[in-house]
């Protein structure tokens, strides 16, 4: 009898044990999954045809990171928006530009379909501006776009029903890159 009520209060120490761990990891992951959520990956807003990229924020708050994808469709030559959010952190910008690039097997290509950048790349002034809406498909005299085989094009034409990554890069003293990802009409 006492043996058998040693073994039993052994199993409940052990079970008590289990769930105690079981429920400080539980607390722990739960911890890293909010501070995954409130972790700032970018400083950068971007805008599609109106549409705000997002993320997901449960694949954000268990891996650390997410996409950042436009779910509606967008047109051919979409136009673009972005802000900046704590201007101060980027310090001096010096550039901006952006490259559109095609999905390719399971991957994007490594070559941009499309190059947008100021025609005066050495003019801070020249450069794209927070706030300001592109049309990429014809983004004007102040502006050059590049296609994949580098000739320069009147404006940005996708093709429809395509993936694509956008990736927004701003030059500054303190720079960011952004990726963002969505499909045409």
Not at 66 to 83: A, D
Not at 136 to 160: C, D, T
Request: net charge positive; with cysteine; aromatic share 10%.
């Amino acid at each position: 009898m006492v043996h058998r009520l040693t073994g039993m209060v052994a199993l409940v120490a052990c079970v008590g044990f289990l769930v105690g761990c079981s429920g400080s990891g539980a607390a722990m992951t739960g911890g890293r999954m909010g501070f995954n959520l409130m972790k700032k990956d970018s400083y950068l807003k971007i805008w599609l045809d109106g549409e705000q990229g997002k993320q997901n924020k449960v694949k954000k708050a268990a891996t650390g990171y997410s996409r950042w994808t436009i779910k509606e469709p967008t047109s051919t030559g979409p136009k673009l928006q972005f802000e900046i959010e704590s201007p101060d952190r980027f310090g001096r910008i010096t550039m901006v530009s952006l490259q559109i690039h095609q999905k390719f097997e399971a991957d994007y290509s490594d070559h941009a379909e499309f190059i947008v950048v100021a025609k005066d790349t050495n003019n801070p002034q020249a450069q794209m501006k927070p706030g300001v809406e592109y049309d990429l498909g014809a983004p004007g005299e102040e502006f050059k776009v590049f296609n994949y085989k580098s000739e320069e094009v009147s404006g940005v034409e996708l093709k429809p029903g395509v993936k694509y990554m956008l990736v927004l890069t701003v030059k500054a003293d303190k720079s960011e890159t952004a990726q963002i990802f969505f499909e045409t009409k």
